[in-house]
């Protein structure tokens, strides 16, 4: 296994990991945006009026795209369980 398998490898394994957490977090930045946005408007200075809505949008978003989600780690776990013998060697 050389180096730059390696780093290939890793590189591969960052990017998934990014997309993935990217997924996530993206929707619910956006939604504190809009909230935090709101309070300043209105003035309310209230921790779980920011808390609950990105809580619901990260679970949402969870449900709606974690089939795709899971689909993209089964196959990135299945192309290396595929290439072991090609790493190995």
């Known amino acids: 296994m050389t180096p730059e398998t390696v780093l290939t490898v ?41 808390f609950i809505p990105k809580l619901f949008t990260t679970l949402l978003v969870l449900m709606v795209a974690g089939p795709w989600m899971l689909g993209m780690l089964i196959n990135f776990a299945r192309r290396l369980f595929e290439d072991i013998p090609f790493l190995i060697g």
């Not at 998934?16 to 957490?21: A, H, K, P, R, Y």
């Not at 504190?32 to 920011?50: R, Y």
């Open 10 to 50: 890793m590189q591969q394994t960052l990017e998934i990991i990014t997309l993935l957490i990217a997924a996530i977090l993206l929707p619910a930045l956006g939604i504190g945006l809009l909230v935090s946005m709101f309070q300043a408007a209105t003035s309310i200075n209230e921790q779980t009026l920011t």
